[in-house]
T-cell receptor, first 116, second 113 residues
Framework: DAKTTQPTSMDCAEGRAANLPCNHS???????VYWYRQIHSQGPQYIIH???NNETNEMASLIITEDRKSSTLILPHATLRDTAVYYC?????????????????FGQGTILTVHP | DGGITQSPKYLFRKEGQNVTLSCEQNLNHDAMYWYRQDPGQGLRLIYY???????QKGDIAEGYSVSREKKESFPLTVTSAQKNPTAFYLC????????????FGQGTRLTVV
């Protein structure tokens, strides 16, 4: 799986959009970008994933550049409960080569702190 | 409600003792995983299982053992051979096909004294 690079930490004011960048310059054509977050002392939670088109769900939006070398996770109206570590993970989707969805390679992620 | 249950939340053991961490899921997922997390670090894969009675080593399997006798259960034993067992342990499960996500339990914090 391709390696990702994320800023160590970011701050955001409550109610504003939080834009979390991720670089994955060695991503392969069949690799998806996944985002998970981990609130302190809890298990990680899936947020969103995408291949090349922009994606949106009830939690966030994912913007992937045309060359797919980087992406941005957007939390449109951050709240204090969004304070967490956000992990950007690149992996082949599906049960490819025997690797199922939960076999994930986590980096250190971005610590997002949302301020009142 | 469907989900993954890890127990206990906190566990203390003396050095040299084996300890078993419990993980149960009622999501009907085929695959289950164990991760370890150290302070300020990301998760690292210990073992995973994609079918009953079968499992594979992850990146840091030394000093750990697992079993998968039932689809719902995937216990992890931290043996006395694990040199630095104090950590936060997370269990997860997922579908093999039709995902896309893995579901994680709330973790067990193991402290060896």
């Amino acid at each position: 799986d391709a390696k990702t690079t994320q800023p160590t930490s970011m701050d955001c004011a409550e109610g504003r959009a939080a834009n979390l960048p991720c670089n994955h310059s060695t991503i392969s054509g069949n690799e998806y970008v996944y985002w998970y977050r981990q609130i302190h002392s809890q298990g990680p939670q899936y947020i969103i994933h995408g291949l090349k088109n922009n994606e949106t769900n009830e939690m966030a939006s994912l913007i992937i550049t045309e060359d797919r070398k980087s992406s941005t996770l957007i939390l449109p109206h951050a709240t204090l409960r969004d304070t967490a570590v956000y992990y950007c993970i690149v992996r082949v989707a599906g049960y490819a080569g025997g690797t199922s969805y939960g076999k994930l390679t986590f980096g250190q992620g971005t610590i997002l702190t949302v301020h009142p | 409600d469907g989900g993954i249950t890890q127990s206990p939340k906190y566990l203390f053991r003396k050095e040299g003792q084996n300890v078993t961490l419990s993980c149960e899921q009622n999501l009907n997922h085929d695959a289950m995983y164990w991760y370890r997390q150290d302070p300020g670090q990301g998760l690292r894969l210990i073992y995973y299982s994609q079918i009953v009675n079968d499992f594979q080593k992850g990146d840091i399997a030394e000093g750990y053992s697992v079993s998968r006798e039932k689809k719902e259960s995937f216990p992890l034993t931290v043996t006395s051979a694990q040199k630095n067992p104090t950590a936060f342990y997370l269990c997860a499960s997922s579908l093999l096909q039709g995902g896309p996500e893995a579901f994680f339990g709330q973790g067990t914090r193991l402290t060896v004294v």
